[in-house]
């Protein structure tokens, strides 16, 4: 049975840093393509990183690039978010996923795929506030 489960939420000021993982079971880990999206408040899901299979290409969101780093560790099955300089923007659920494939735009995939417990985490909360 697949497993993802996120952890390393919380509260944190403005311009703070956080560290979120994804712990997988169930599924060959190596052979996905792994990414994190976010829900906030009142919003739709908002894809915010992606990384392939071997942790050699990664992808950002314009919204995080440069503040966010994605990475995997293929032995240990886990995902993983550093996030900082977060801003109160950045509040939101978040929420680790799987994908056996890159489709070409990610952001369209994200709202658009079925968000189901198969390849969805039951999502971490982020809340920025001073």
């Known amino acids: 049975q697949v497993h993802l489960v996120e952890s390393g939420g919380g509260f944190v000021q403005p311009g703070g840093s956080l560290r979120l993982s994804c712990a997988a079971s169930g599924f060959t880990f190596s052979s996905y393509w792994m990414y994190w999206a976010r829900q906030a408040p009142g919003e739709g899901l908002e894809w915010v990183s992606t990384?392939?299979?071997?942790?050699?290409?990664?992808l950002y969101a314009d919204s995080v690039k440069g503040r966010f780093t994605i990475s995997r560790d293929n032995a240990k099955n886990t995902l993983y978010l550093q996030m900082d300089a977060l801003e109160s923007e950045d509040t939101a659920v978040y929420y680790c996923?799987?994908?056996?494939?890159?489709?070409?735009?990610?952001?369209?995939?994200?709202?658009?795929?079925?968000?189901?417990?198969?390849?969805w985490g039951q999502g971490t909360q982020v809340t920025v506030s001073s």
């Open positions: 996923a799987r994908s056996l494939f890159a489709p070409s735009d990610w952001g369209d995939y994200v709202r658009g795929v079925q968000h189901d417990s198969t390849n």
């Open positions: 990384i392939d299979r071997d942790g050699d290409t990664t």
